[in-house]
């Protein structure tokens, strides 16, 4: 257990993944230990992916995920001891704010900057589903009479909030559209060139400036080498899927299938 644990804490050492590293072995380490069920904060897709890893690396564990609603992003995981016989409770609840539309325009940016603004830590807010006149917030259960008492306004406009039910959250329905492209190399700027329609070195602009991600981290050079399944997200512009490498054309290009999701 200790070694396989240091094992995992040094894989992730100096990465943006290390702090979440310690605390998920941690979280699994007792669900071992107490051969019981350990329930994490709202975790993002890597440490989502991290956690995964975790509980196969360990040995014991399973793991299942929730984040209030079909397709949700950000969501909890259960680390569960095979000896677990229960169903894990995920202590998700969901806040409603809602303002006049008429007056205000205010967006996911707008309701999570108030929120973080409370000093609430990220670790307690799942998804915000943002639209014209509210906001539903996924939030941890323990922190429902926070929010109802505290956020009363949002970017300056004042707002209604009150708690609200999971079943009133439809399910995520995502856009997605196929794109074949040929790119010089595999490097990240070609693939985001190609996949999010914009020049190489704007690619490498937006790179400079930490707004696309690889496999939800952070991008440290846009000469980083890609494979078939990386997934590459840009603020504001959706996700790629790196669907498929189709080896070289005739003119020594790299043929590539990609999946844009909107």
């Not at 670790?123 to 998804?127: A, K, M, T």
């Given at each position: ?13 100096g990465t943006?993944g290390e702090?979440s ?5 941690d ?8 051969r019981?069920?350990k329930?994490?904060?709202f ?7 991290m ?10 564990l ?19 001891h ?9 202590e998700?609840a ?7 539309g ?20 990220r ?5 915000i ?8 917030i ?6 429902c ?11 300056g406009?004042s707002?209604?909030?009150?708690v ?10 995502e ?7 040929t790119v010089?190399?595999?490097r990240v ?12 070195s704007?690619?490498a ?10 496999n939800w981290q952070?991008?440290k050079?846009?000469?980083q ?10 603020r ?7 669907a498929e ?5 005739k003119?020594g290009?790299?043929g590539?299938?990609l999946?844009?999701?909107?």
């Open positions: 257990m200790h070694d396989a644990r240091e094992k995992i804490i040094r894989y992730y050492k943006e702090a590293a310690v605390k998920l072995v979280f699994a380490a007792q669900a071992i230990k107490n019981k069920c329930l994490t904060g975790l993002s897709p890597f440490e989502q992916e956690t995964g890893v975790i509980a196969n690396s360990l040995g014991e399973n793991v299942d995920f929730y984040g209030g609603y079909r397709g949700a992003e950000r969501q909890r995981a259960a680390f569960c095979e000896d677990f016989q229960g169903t894990p409770n995920f998700i969901v806040i409603k704010a809602q303002w006049n008429e007056f205000a325009r205010l967006g996911h940016r707008d309701v999570l900057g108030s929120i973080l603004s409370l000093g609430i830590n670790e307690y807010i799942g998804d589903i943002a639209t014209k006149d509210c906001a539903r996924i939030v941890d259960k323990k922190m009479d926070y929010f109802t008492l505290n956020l009363t306004a949002i970017g406009t707002v209604q909030t009150v609200d039910e999971l079943e009133n959250i439809s399910a995520k329905e856009r997605t559209k196929e794109i074949k492209a010089a190399s595999l700027d070609s693939i985001a060139a190609a996949g999010f329609g914009m020049s190489r704007r690619a602009t937006e790179i400079v400036a930490e707004k696309i991600k690889l952070t991008v050079s846009a000469s080498s890609i494979k078939a399944g990386d997934v590459l997200s840009m504001g512009r959706g996700r790629l899927e790196v490498v189709r080896g070289q054309t003119k290009r790299v590539v299938l999946k844009r999701f909107f």
